[in-house]
């Protein structure tokens, strides 16, 4: 079963708008951690947040905030004040407790900002 | 330097090429990882080396070697590869604390190209 999944296709977003990406996630584990990476065309991987499955508020960092509905199992990033810079891809993923566990991706959402 | 560098940025060669991915991280942490990045699929883990012992080798062709001299630096060793091995390689670092909580620093990928 997949564990991230990311159903989104691209998503589009006017400048200076608010934009939420969706994540539903699968474990049994009560433990575990929920991340958002960001992947412009350059191919660099980068980490935008995280969110702790104990976390009682939501996580944010600057204009990235993670709506986290546990019983629902989403993690959706939301985006506030978009701009041009942040067209690219983006995506999800959960690592469950456990040394060896690993981290564990979605599909990705294309975000694309229009001018 | 900060944080994950990769070496070189874009790779092409011939089947019969021996050559080698670098990687090298400066933020101090315990593990480092392979990622394999193909078009439209989710990113796929290579192998995981914490301590500087691999723990990790995901069901990868030994035409991939890798080699972790230390804790700061991880190669990636290709030889004989074939088209389909085309593809963005991204290394990682996080500092493993035996929880869901560390972090994953991606560099900025190779991209690989194999004729």
């Known amino acids: 079963a997949q564990k991230i999944t990311q159903t989104q296709p691209g998503m589009f977003v006017q400048e200076k708008e608010a934009v939420t990406l969706d994540c539903t996630y699968d474990?049994?584990?009560?433990?575990?951690?929920l991340f958002w990476y960001k992947q412009p065309s350059s191919g660099e991987m980068i980490f935008l947040i995280y969110?702790?499955?104990?976390?009682?508020q939501n996580a944010t960092e600057g204009r990235y905030s993670l709506n986290f509905q546990k019983a629902r199992k989403s993690a959706n990033l939301v985006i506030s004040a978009s701009q041009l810079g942040d067209s690219a891809m983006y995506f999800c993923?959960?690592?469950?407790?456990?040394?060896?566990?690993?981290?564990?991706f979605g599909k990705g959402i294309t975000l694309s900002v229009r001018p | 330097e900060t944080g994950v560098t990769q070496t070189p940025r874009h790779l092409v060669m011939g089947m019969t090429n021996k050559k080698s991915l670098k990687c090298e991280q400066h933020?101090?942490?315990?593990?480092m990882y392979w990622y394999k990045q193909s078009a439209k699929k989710p990113l796929e883990l290579m192998f995981v080396?914490?301590?500087?012992?691999?723990?990790e080798n995901n069901s990868v062709p030994s035409r991939f070697s890798p080699e972790c001299p230390n804790s700061s630096h991880l190669f990636l060793h290709l030889h004989t590869l074939q088209p389909e091995d085309s593809a963005l390689y991204l290394c990682?670092?996080?500092?493993?604390?035996?929880?869901?909580?560390?972090?994953?620093?991606f560099g900025p990928g190779t991209r690989l190209t194999v004729l």
């Open positions: 990682a670092s996080s500092q493993i604390e035996d929880s869901f909580t560390d972090t994953q620093y």
């Open positions: 474990t049994s584990d009560p433990s575990y951690g």
């Open positions: 969110q702790g499955s104990y976390d009682q």
């Open positions: 993923a959960m690592r469950e407790a456990g040394a060896n566990s690993k981290l564990t």
């Open positions: 933020l101090g942490h315990n593990a």
């Open positions: 080396y914490s301590l500087e012992e691999r723990v």
